[in-house]
């Protein structure tokens, strides 16, 4: 702010030095690094490891409940289903939760968030009151009501949570649209005669992105976890199909004789968030330095 | 202030008639006809319209939620279509558990949140920080039910100290109550725990590199009164995380019923689902919606109160 000119000149600050720089100070912050190496296992495990494991669904009658062995890593549940197995496709069930949900708010709350925070007026009185309703549910409320309505599949909790989601981010974007909207950059580009579509587009929506991918770092494993919530209540996705929050449910019933049948999805789930979290924190800080501590 | 705390009672008054539209239209888009449901096993059309003229289901909707909404208004939210017996009566059933069960947890996470914080803030650097801060960040990992699970696993299968579920009221049997409440209300703390931790030991340390404590120090004041002065700056915004985590609370509280078999508000809600039972659903989750409203303008306008700032600044932001 202290040198108006080169704003002005300059809309968007050179990106590929700053990213440049940005990936020099991730690689010294160590968290981050460990977070990221977390989330590419479990990137791996979801997209490749299904094809590798044996069959989720294939039933051992005669291996019921057995410990983990060489031929079942982590064992077999209770219809003598490999558990690796099953944990395995489960990654990819939680990565399709949490990714496309995430992905389908952003979709849907970016360019929402963007039009109240542009046109303050009426647009963002009406477009705020529907995002107060909507963040008057607890979230877990409104998504087994939305899972409820839709009815129990994957497809529905997708749908249901990239709904929760969507409020958050059109707060996020409205804030941070007020922002950039009174920088002189931008008032340059509006003096210049550029029409609003393209003022959002070009010089607003660029100067966010750290932001948003901040945003997803911690709406990924929300929606993780909100995956397995739901299916773990029995409303999202539906046995014999395998699920981290499926595989938890049914663990519930034989605590007492196999209690590793629990521990493996909550290891895997309780790792995952893990993973997104650090590095969330560490993008939050090489990405944001004014958040820096 | 008067003019802050009627606009800010407008808006909670738009949101609860908005959202109550939505819970009451939301119901309605539920599968299965509740006609069908109360007219019991193979009804013939004549009873399933009487049925549904009986309960006004065959006016059209703008009347029917007026109806609803004036019907609520003198305390009927309707009947439950399991046992027949009044909404109102099973919600103020359900209702103290939770409340219980949330109090309970709010006590856990903000005494082991703030003490957490800190200490890490206060000893920054040791062992102890890395201790309070792995916390934060496995407690902000793991969910509510697996670690319920392993509670279960370790407490009451294992070692037999605690109970797994069968729940006793508070009045029945005050002991009795508490130990099964204690797991269940340090399951759903815990997870606060990490998030008023992690906040108590940034605003703690931003504060404790303010002037005002440079000041102290160079006065000749102790260690323990200048984190004092500090702590007492930073627990605004430690509050404003504690009042934004209770939506995450009631949705934990949820799953914790679930897990526990505890009697409460989140458990009607998903045996309502299960069990299609609509007239439970709305009326649970339209008061559970009025109740996070109203606590939301409470705290805003305890804000208010304490900092003036924020009278100004608009409650939309």
């Known amino acids: ?293 | 202030m008067i003019e802050f705390l009627l606009r800010r009672t407008g808006t909670a008054v738009v949101t609860v008639v908005l959202a109550s539209i939505a819970v009451f239209l939301g119901v309605r888009a539920l599968p299965g006809d509740p006609a069908v449901v109360l007219a019991g096993e193979d009804p013939t059309p004549e009873a399933v319209a009487a049925i549904r003229h009986q309960f006004g289901l065959d006016k059209p909707l703008p009347i029917q939620y007026l109806d609803y909404v004036g019907q609520a208004l003198h305390g009927n939210l309707g009947f439950s279509t399991q046992d027949k017996a009044p909404v109102t009566t099973i919600l103020s059933e359900r209702l103290p558990v939770t409340l219980e069960l949330t109090f309970l947890a709010i006590l856990v996470g903000v005494l082991v949140g703030i003490a957490a914080g800190v200490a890490s803030a206060v000893r920054r650097g040791t062992a102890v920080d890395y201790a309070a801060n792995g916390f934060g960040l496995f407690g902000l990992s793991i969910p509510h039910f697996w670690l319920g699970l392993v509670g279960i696993v370790i407490f009451s299968v294992h070692w037999h100290v605690l109970p797994s579920s069968g729940f006793v009221g508070l009045a029945d049997d005050p002991l009795g109550n508490l130990e099964r409440m204690v797991m269940p209300a340090l399951v759903l703390g815990l997870g606060m725990a990490a998030v008023v931790m992690r906040q108590t030991r940034s605003s703690l340390l931003s504060q404790l590199g303010a002037d005002y404590v440079r000041t102290a120090r160079a006065k000749g004041l102790r260690r323990p009164r200048q984190v004092g002065h500090a702590l007492r700056n930073s627990l605004t915004t430690v509050t404003t995380v504690i009042g934004l985590h209770l939506a995450a609370l009631i949705s934990g509280a949820v799953i914790v019923e679930q897990i526990f078999v505890i009697p409460g508000f989140g458990k009607l809600i998903v045996d309502g689902v299960s069990s299609r039972n609509y007239p439970v659903i709305q009326g649970a989750v339209l008061v559970a919606v009025v109740g996070y409203v109203v606590i939301n303008l409470l705290v805003d306008v305890a804000y208010a109160y304490l900092d003036p700032r924020q009278r100004t600044a608009g409650g939309a932001e």
């Open chain 1, 1 to 293: 702010m202290t040198d108006t000119i080169i704003a002005v000149e300059a809309p968007a600050p050179a990106p590929v030095t700053s990213w440049r720089r940005a990936g020099r100070r991730f690689a010294r912050h160590r968290m981050a690094v460990i977070g990221a190496v977390m989330v590419g296992v479990f990137l791996v495990v979801a997209l490749f490891g299904p094809y590798v494991v044996g069959s989720p669904s294939r039933l051992g009658l005669t291996d019921i409940l057995a410990p983990p062995s060489g031929a079942h890593w982590l064992g077999t549940d209770d219809l003598g289903r490999d558990v690796f197995a099953r944990l395995c496709n489960g990654a990819r069930v939680s990565l399709l939760a949490g990714v496309v949900s995430t992905a389908l708010a952003m979709l849907i709350g970016v360019p929402l968030g963007l039009a109240a925070g542009y046109w303050s007026g009426w647009t963002d009185s009406v477009l705020m009151r529907v995002n107060d309703v909507v963040l008057s549910f607890p979230y877990l409320v409104f998504a087994v009501g939305m899972a409820a309505i839709l009815g129990p599949s994957l497809r529905n909790v997708i749908i249901a949570l990239a709904v929760a989601e969507i409020p958050s981010v059109v707060r996020i974007v409205r804030g941070e649209t007020l922002a950039l909207r009174r920088q002189d950059f931008v008032r340059a580009a509006i003096a210049d005669g550029a029409r609003d579509l393209a003022v959002m587009g070009r010089s607003i929506l660029p100067n966010m992105t750290n932001t948003l991918i901040v945003k997803a770092t911690v709406a990924i494993p929300a929606g993780i976890l909100g995956e397995a919530a739901l299916s773990f209540l029995g409303l999202g996705v539906q046995p014999p199909q395998a699920s981290w929050g499926v595989m938890l449910t049914s663990a519930q019933q034989f605590l007492a004789q196999d209690p590793l049948l629990a521990i493996f999805p909550g290891v895997a789930i309780a790792l995952t968030t893990l993973g997104f979290n650090l590095l969330g924190d560490g993008l939050r800080d090489v990405l944001d330095p004014r958040e820096a501590r």
